[in-house]
C-alpha cells in the first residue's frame, strides 16, 4: 500500500470497534458473534466499542428489528461505550440520520476528482463489454474515467450515478486474523458509490462513518472479505481530503457452518438467538459457547466467564477455518454455566419459564417461591436448560388428585410394579424419619432387601408414581420435600389406576 497513506497503529485505550447491523429481521448467532469479538477486543485492550445502526435501506429495515438488535446485546451483556441509545461525540449514530454529513463528503470527494459522474446503463456496459470481446461477467470497465465517454452517454433525461476512480496499483493489508493479503490492480473496476438520484450507498457510508468515528479496527466476517479493497480504496480517497486519518486494520471472522459445509442460515433454527433464549439459555452460557465459534481460551478448556473472555481475548488469535455450531456441545456448555450459577439466582430465573407452563402463576405466593428455592439445589445439577424446569418441577407444585401422569413413564413400567409399590407404601407408611436418608433406608430395606430387586430397577415405580416421570429430581430429596402425606396419596393413585 503506498506510504501516503498511513496505516493506525492504535493500541490499549486508543483501539475503536464498531458494530454496525443493519436492522432487518431476527438477531441470529452470527451477528451476535461479530458483536462478541468486537466487544471482546475492546475490553481486552481497554479501548471504545462503538454500536451504530445502518438503517438506510428503507424497504428492508425495521424499527422492530432495531429494538431486537439492543434487547439481543442487552440480554447477552454486550454493553458499548458509544453509540445508539448512550449517546457520544459522533452522533447520530444512525445512518438514516446522518444525510446531510455523507453529502457533504460526497461533495468533496468529487470536487477532488475522486468520484466522477457515471451515465452507463447495465445493458450499454454488457453491450460494449461484448463488442470489445470482454467477458460480460467483467462488468465495468472504468471506461467513463475518459470526460468525452462521459459525453457521449449523457443524456438530457438522464441522473448520473457517482462511481469512485480506484487507484491504479495494488491495494495489500495484514489481515489480523488471516495475515497479508494483496489485490493486484485491475483486480476490480470503478465502483458506484452513489446512486443516479443522490442515495450514497453502503460501499460509501459505511466507511465514511468508520473514518468519522476513527475506527481503528473494523473486524467483520469473512463474507465481507471481497468488498475490503473497494473500502481500502475508498480511504485513501478520504485521507486526500482529509475525512480519514488513516487506513484503518481489518480482521475477518471465520464463517459460522450449519449442517454440512453450508453457512448457517438465517432460517436455521439453531441461528434464531432469540429462540435459543426461549428454550432456556442463560446468556453466560450462550456467549461462553459464541466466543468458542472461532477462539480458544486456552487448551482443554471450554467453560470461562465473560470476565475472562475479555481477559484473554486477542482478535489476532482467532482461527480463520470455518467453525461450526454444534446444538449439542451449546447445550453442554449452557449446563456447565447453570451448574455455577447461585442456586437463589437460577431459581430467580427459572420462574418465567415455569409460568409460561402454568407450573406457577403470574403472582408466584411466598410459600411456592420458597418451595422452588428448595427444590433448586436438587435440579441445579441435572438441567442444561432452563426450559427443562417444568418437566422436573411440576410435580411438586401440583396434589396427587392433579398430578399429570406420562404415559410413556406407565408403559415402561415393570410387571410387577404393583407390587414394588405396595411394598414401597408398606415401608414408607412405617418410617418414622422422613428426611431424605431416612427415605432412602425405608425403600432400600423393603425394595432391595426384602423383594431382592437391583437399585437400577428398585425405584422406577416410585418415581413415576410420585413425579409422573421417568427421570426426576433425586427421589429420596424430592419424597422428603413432598411429605408422607402427598407421597403416600401418590403411590395409592398409581397403585389405583394399574388395579
Known amino acids: 500500500m503506498s506510504t501516503a497513506h498511513p496505516i493506525t497503529t492504535a493500541t490499549g485505550a486508543d483501539v475503536r470497534v464498531r458494530f454496525c447491523p443493519s436492522p432487518t429481521g431476527l438477531p441470529h448467532v452470527g ?228 449442517d454440512g459445509t453450508k453457512k448457517l442460515s438465517k432460517r436455521d433454527p439453531e441461528s434464531n438467538l432469540f429462540l435459543h433464549r426461549e428454550r432456556g439459555f442463560i446468556p453466560e452460557g450462550l456467549l461462553n459457547y459464541l466466543a468458542l465459534l472461532g477462539w480458544s481460551i486456552g487448551p482443554d478448556r471450554d467453560v470461562f466467564s465473560q470476565a475472562e473472555l475479555a481477559a484473554a481475548f486477542d482478535i489476532r488469535n482467532v482461527n480463520p477455518n470455518p467453525a461450526r455450531f454444534d446444538l449439542k456441545k451449546a447445550e453442554s456448555i449452557n449446563g456447565d454455566h447453570i451448574r455455577l450459577l447461585d442456586p437463589d439466582d437460577l431459581a430467580a430465573r427459572m420462574v418465567p419459564y415455569l409460568q409460561v407452563e402454568d407450573v406457577l402463576p403470574a403472582e408466584p405466593t411466598p410459600g411456592q417461591l420458597a418451595l422452588l428455592r428448595e427444590l433448586t439445589p436438587l435440579v441445579q445439577e441435572r438441567m442444561q436448560l432452563l426450559g427443562q424446569a417444568p418437566d422436573l418441577l411440576a410435580s411438586f407444585f401440583t396434589t396427587a388428585a392433579d398430578l399429570v401422569v406420562a404415559e410413556d413413564a406407565v408403559a415402561g413400567l415393570p410387571k410387577n410394579a404393583d407390587e414394588v409399590l405396595a411394598a414401597a407404601e408398606e415401608a414408607l407408611a412405617a418410617a418414622d424419619d422422613w428426611t431424605a436418608h431416612g427415605v432412602k433406608a425405608a425403600l432400600e430395606g423393603a425394595l432391595i432387601d426384602g423383594l431382592g430387586l437391583k437399585p437400577r430397577v428398585a425405584f422406577g415405580p416410585v418415581r413415576v408414581a410420585t413425579s409422573g416421570r421417568r427421570v426426576s429430581p433425586p427421589l429420596f430429596e424430592s419424597l422428603s420435600i413432598l411429605g408422607a402425606d402427598e407421597t403416600l396419596a401418590r403411590i395409592r393413585r398409581l397403585r389405583s389406576a394399574l388395579a
Do not use: C
Not at 457520544?88 to 457533504?104: H, K, L, T
Not at 493489508?173 to 470503478?190: E, K, M, N, V, Y
Not at 485521507?239 to 471472522?253: K, L, N, Q, S, T
Open 31 to 258: 451477528l451476535v458473534r461479530t458483536a462478541l469479538f468486537n466487544w471482546a477486543q475492546a475490553r481486552h485492550t481497554g479501548g471504545t466499542f462503538v454500536f451504530r445502526i445502518e438503517d438506510t435501506d428503507a424497504a428492508r429495515d425495521s424499527e422492530q428489528s432495531f429494538e431486537q438488535i439492543i434487547d439481543a446485546l442487552t440480554w447477552m451483556g454486550l454493553d458499548w461505550d458509544e453509540g445508539i441509545v448512550k449517546g457520544g461525540p459522533d452522533e447520530p449514530y444512525r445512518q438514516s440520520q446522518r444525510g446531510a454529513i455523507y453529502q457533504d463528503v460526497i461533495a468533496r470527494l468529487t470536487a477532488s476528482g475522486h468520484l466522477y459522474e457515471s451515465y452507463m446503463t447495465a445493458a450499454e456496459i454488457e453491450a460494449r463489454n461484448i463488442a470489445e470481446g470482454r467477458a460480460v461477467q467483467q462488468g465495468y470497465g472504468d471506461w467513463e474515467r475518459d470526460p468525452a465517454v462521459r459525453d457521449a452517454y449523457r443524456a438530457d433525461d438522464r441522473q448520473p450515478a457517482l462511481r469512485l476512480r480506484v487507484p491504479d496499483e495494488d491495494l495489500s493489508f495484514d489481515d489480523l486474523i488471516r495475515g497479508p493479503i494483496t489485490f493486484a490492480a485491475g483486480s476490480f473496476p470503478d465502483f458506484v458509490v452513489v446512486r443516479p438520484g443522490g442515495q450514497p450507498l453502503y460501499t460509501l457510508v459505511n466507511p465514511v462513518d468508520d473514518a468519522l468515528m476513527r475506527i481503528t479496527d473494523v473486524l467483520r466476517g469473512e463474507d465481507l472479505l471481497p468488498s475490503t479493497p473497494r473500502q481500502i480504496a475508498l480511504y485513501h480517497a478520504l485521507i486526500d481530503i482529509g475525512v480519514a486519518e488513516w487506513v484503518p486494520r481489518f480482521g475477518h471472522m471465520p464463517l459460522v457452518l450449519g
